[in-house]
């Protein structure tokens, strides 16, 4: 596994599936070899371009990991093996949601983060299910990608596509209070 992927992703030594956790850094890394950001750029973007205030790309994408994988936690203590969550796809999936901001996102002539043409032609949630198809990522997963954000509302959500979303969702839509 490439050593800097490791370093922004700890999270992944959680995927068991070691074919899966392989082929999840494998997207991160050619993800961050296409696009105009490097890995260091990542620790201090802001995670999303429509607030006024936002924390890291990194702090906000491992947070929604953390929130993902403690509320499978907790539904799986109080449900049981009533409501089945695939851990491992719910830890790759939620890892992977926005892996293609790193081909939306560019910096202007002033070094200011803005969407680029091709990010605002072909949003993340395509483009990052483009990059993970690549590398032959579960069509469980690629749905997560795809489905996380509006572009998902329309359609049916798995259940760890809902566990991602809500995730997502619970942590960006705070900062729109700010």
Known sequence: MDPVVHK???E????EDEDL???TAAVWGYAIEQSPLSAEDLETIPFTLLTKKAVSFMAHKRSVVHVCRDSAR???EFYGDTLPINMDHLISGAILIDVGKLLEYERDANGKIVQSRYGTLVRHPFSGVGVAMRFDLPAEVCHMIAMHAKEGDSGQRTIEGL???HADFMT???FKLL
């Open 21 to 23: 956790r392989e082929k």
């Open 163 to 165: 566990i991602v979303h």
């Open 172 to 174: 960006f839509e705070p």
């Open 74 to 76: 907790t539904m799986r």
């Open 12 to 15: 992944l030594d959680w995927i």
């Open 8 to 10: 922004l992703w700890p």
